[in-house]
């Protein structure tokens, strides 16, 4: 029988460090971060959304902005 949790998070942009390679190449992720209740799956623990190379600090905050506004929670169905 399924089952499924939901907990609420917000969004929040995390930049990594540059590589070796070039200094606009830090990744830009949006790390989740739990405001009510966690996810079982995700402890201890942490889920980020790696965004893909050339997003800006400013895009990754309007995303950030904009998820924050309409995502209401996040769930899980274990099957």
């Known amino acids: 029988m ?4 939901n907990a ?10 540059p590589t070796a390679s070039g200094k606009d190449d830090a990744p830009i ?3 989740l971060e739990p405001t009510e209740g966690e996810l ?3 402890e201890p623990g942490f889920m980020s ?5 050339g997003t800006s600090m400013s895009e990754a905050h309007d995303l950030e902005k ?4 309409i995502i209401k929670s996040v ?4 099957l």
């Open 29 to 31: 992720s949006l790390m």
């Open 2 to 5: 399924a089952s499924t949790q």
């Open 49 to 53: 959304l790696h965004l893909a190379s």
């Open 66 to 69: 904009k998820l924050n506004l």
């Open 8 to 17: 609420k998070y917000r969004f929040t942009v995390k930049e990594g460090q």
């Open 75 to 78: 769930s899980f169905t274990k």
């Open 40 to 42: 079982d799956i995700l």
